[in-house]
């Protein structure tokens, strides 16, 4: 039976290395990342922050938490995919005091059954933002 498991294992690994990946830049090479990177059946995506027209949605946190996540929808949009094809999403605080107002934005975008969540605090985003949340979707 070991053996069994282990050629299975195996072979997983295998194709999981084998998948091709696929990666998308809107930045043209400017950033020094890709937005997203498809492999396989899962879309993994860099952070967003809440900004528009590359300024940063006024009025902190709750406002911030909202705009990104505007732009995250907009992004899993271009893949085909939703909110509601998101599995994970990591959300990154300049100040986890901040974590009610940035929740409380999360939970009108993620209703159950929800994404799982790991949210921690920085000491600093880009632009001075508030809120940064990264997310993994699957097709």
Request: aromatic content about 8%; hydrophobic content about 45%; proline content about 4%.
């Amino acid at each position: 039976m070991k053996k069994v498991i282990l050629l299975v294992s195996s072979l997983f690994v295998f194709s999981s290395a084998m998948a091709e990946k696929e990666f998308f830049d809107p930045y043209d090479g400017k950033a020094p990342f890709s937005a997203a990177v498809r492999v396989g059946d899962t879309l993994y995506m860099s952070g967003m922050l809440g900004t528009k027209d590359r300024k940063l949605a006024e009025g902190g946190t709750g406002p911030e938490t909202a705009q990104a996540l505007e732009n995250m929808k907009a992004r899993l949009a271009e893949h085909g995919l939703t909110m509601a094809d998101v599995v994970k999403c990591t959300v990154f605080l300049a100040d986890i005091a901040d974590f009610g107002a940035m929740n409380a934005e999360y939970t009108k975008v993620f209703t159950p059954p929800r994404p799982t969540r790991s949210a921690l605090a920085v000491s600093g985003l880009a632009l001075n933002a508030n809120v940064e949340i990264e997310c993994i979707a699957a097709f």
